[in-house]
């Protein structure tokens, strides 16, 4: 980050998920939250305490109090969330509205409880919550997006 901060360019940006997760240190033991106590009582062992989600922006204030210890640098956490995800809507997305929309009611004339509208291309499906809710999703450090990220310099946090 210090490399790339000039007297031009004084400033830097750090985009962390919201899950990160850090190696060198170990899982904090969280509380259950509501969201936990909302799962399926199908849930699974993946459910456990060690998967609930913790608060917004916990991830952000780590790395940034990290990396201003390691740069000697004023460092601000932003946490963006709901605020990134709005915008005008694509035709791509109105489509996908429709399909969802056309999809839960599809799902409600047929009987079916329990369940989420899921695109899996090409068809719109029903997938069970207790499936849905109870994984943690990650990506893969060798998949194409992770490999697209680092050949236009975009830091994955394997520096820190």
């Known amino acids: 980050m210090k490399e790339k901060m000039t007297p031009g360019r004084p400033w830097g940006l750090v985009v962390v998920a919201e899950g990160a997760k850090f190696v060198d240190t170990a899982p904090a033991k969280a509380k259950p939250s509501s969201l936990k106590a909302?799962?399926?009582?199908?849930?699974?062992e993946e459910a456990s305490g060690e998967h609930v989600i913790l608060r917004s922006g916990q991830a952000a204030e780590t790395v940034a109090t990290r990396?201003?210890?390691?740069?000697?640098?004023?460092?601000q956490p932003l946490v963006l969330g709901l605020w990134v995800r709005g915008g005008a809507p694509s035709t791509v997305d109105r489509q996908l509205g429709l399909a969802y929309g056309a999809g839960a009611v599809r799902g409600l004339n047929a009987g079916k409880n329990g369940v989420m509208v899921a695109f899996v291309p090409p068809d719109i499906t029903f997938v069970p919550l207790a499936e849905a809710i109870n994984k943690v999703r990650t990506v893969p450090a060798d998949s194409l997006f992770m490999k697209i990220a680092q050949s236009l310099g975009i830091s994955l946090g394997s520096e820190l």
């Open 38 to 44: 909302s799962l399926s009582p199908l849930a699974t």
């Open 67 to 75: 990396l201003q210890l390691l740069i000697a640098e004023e460092t």
